[in-house]
């Protein structure tokens, strides 16, 4: 049994996290699925596991952050391939003109055009200062030209991508007021507007009922603000918990009892976020790392396949490679 993490359908100019996967590609991944495996709803792993009849080649689909393309690109194909999801919604931003902080980095830093060459911000009290040098200009020649350019390729083109990596090591970690500060800093100094682009919308509340509209997605919560709850105290780490269950269930008027994990992996939430999710009331969780979900799993850390944007036979090995160790 795999689940699968996505988390957007949408064809992009540029992709720095790899967080999506094309409309075509995304379909061929279904073609797959539909024909080799037994796909299931999450509740269902979840019940199969505590019966102890966990079907070996099944798969589940999900979705984090929640972004509008769920809605506009995804369901219209798993309605075609009649394949459910759970689509794990952000809350603080639903309905919000601002991208995501790893999107609005793209947009200021990533986007052709004019920056000052010197950017100097206050992160925690100390000064940090970046020099752009002659990536000040960045043309549409150059940006066209790394525009494939992702977040784990070792060498940085210009100083620009070399921002983008060192500003998002420094925004991960902080909490969402520190955070939303060194933004707002950032877009005056860009001279931007803080409304963001289309392609990198969020899902509102009322996109969020058109998605589980006939009945084959469901919703799932992902905090509040998408924080590293491995840096934030407990009572934080309390809040952005049960506050995003809470609003989504006020969206959805029914309850939410599924919870996946921000960035998820191992060392990004602690032994207490998994008790705090519990004392939430959800009834199982993912995170991010690898492996197939065998019998005994921790319906609280389930593990999950990253999906990138592999075409058909690429995912069908992927997928069965998963299986062969
Ligand atoms: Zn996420």
Known sequence: MLILLYHRVAELQSDPQMLSVTPQH???????????????????VVQALQDGNLPQHGAVITFDDGYADNLYNAKPLLEIYDTPATVYVTTGVMGHKREF???????????P??????????VNGSLCQWDL?????????????????????KYDPTPRQSLYHSLSKLLRPLAERERRKILDDLLSWADADSPGRRAHQILSPGEVLSLVEGGLVEIGAHTVNH??????????????????KQELEEVLGKPVTSFSY?????????????????EAGFRWAC???????????????????LVRDWDGDEFARRFQAMFDH
């Open 26 to 44: 995304f379909s061929e991944h279904l073609a797959f699925l539909g024909k080799h495996t037994q796909i299931m709803r999450l509740g269902d």
């Open 101 to 111: 902080w790893w999107d609005e980095l793209d947009r200021i830093l990533l986007s």
């Open 113 to 122: 055009g004019m920056l000052p060459r010197t950017l100097r911000l206050e």
């Open 133 to 153: 040098g002659d990536a000040t200009y960045y043309s549409e020649k150059d940006h066209h030209r790394d525009s494939g350019w992702n977040v784990l390729e």
């Open 227 to 244: 924080p590293l709850l491995v840096s934030l105290p407990v009572p934080t780490q309390r809040a952005e918990i049960a506050s995003s």
């Open 262 to 278: 921000p960035f998820g992996g191992p060392n990004d939430y602690t032994r207490e976020s998994v008790m705090l999710v519990k």
């Open 287 to 305: 995170s991010n790392f690898q492996g197939p979900v065998s019998l005994g799993a921790d319906v609280f850390q389930l593990p999950r396949l």
